[in-house]
């Protein structure tokens, strides 16, 4: 089969299983009961009144709640129409494979969400600092950076702003006294940021700095460099405290999200690797499971 086949086949179940859905999720569509009020048919299945009403809103009017259950009236029917006329005449063969890829479907559907719902419960999503950072060494070679990491402080002044030379004195230097002072002007400045052991990637630091470009960024962004800029908006300060390089070991501190759902997505597959071979294990013993021919 080729692949456009394959994939409007697919399109085809897709629908079909919507249509499923909306048939089988409620019975009360399909089967007449004499003592419900019907409000709509198609051949023997009927639409009753008690289906329609849990989907009207209660500040509708009635002229909207009119428009609505007729709308829905026809989606029904058209749905039911179309379900009926794909399996008077799709071939056989083709019913018979939508019919396998919807029972898949459903199949998978269930059994994902039950074992979802197993891991929830079982699952401890607690990832000891220990166990990180043996994992970090353990795979530090495989944790090469994309992209260069900068460690910098940097504040945006407005152009007007007249103790720019404090500030560029402070923002150097840096000590307690100084960040005190900054902290208590920072309401002046533009942009902020000072907590200059967090690891940002250049990307992140030439969209906060605009004169700062692709081309231009490793002539500013060094080690231990201060650098002073001015656009239109406003002057940038920046001290520059660490780079890393592209292909440089990434440090733990920025990968450690990563790295936290790595481990518990390998202890999810753990435990449910181990909780299907306890099922099997199990339905073996009970005698509800059994393979008639091994070869």
Known sequence: MT???????LRMAGLLALILTAVVGCESLWNKQPERTPIARVGEHYLYRDDVAPLLAENLSKEDSAAFVTNLINVWATRRLLMDKARLNLPQEQIAEYEKLISDYRTDLYTRAYKEALVAEASDTLVRDSELQAFYDAEKENFRLQEPLVQMRFVELPRQFLN???????????????????DSVGVQFRKLHFNDSLWVQTSRVIAEIPPLTAENAPEYLKKSQFFELEDEQGVYLAEVVDVLEINDIAPLSFIEPTLRQVLLNRRKMRYLSTLEADLLSEAVQRNEFEIYEKN
Do not use: H, I, K
């Open 3 to 9: 692949q456009p086949m394959l994939v409007s086949r």
């Open 164 to 182: 720019t030379d404090e500030v560029r004195e402070r923002l150097r230097r840096f000590s307690d006294q100084d960040v005190r002072y900054l």
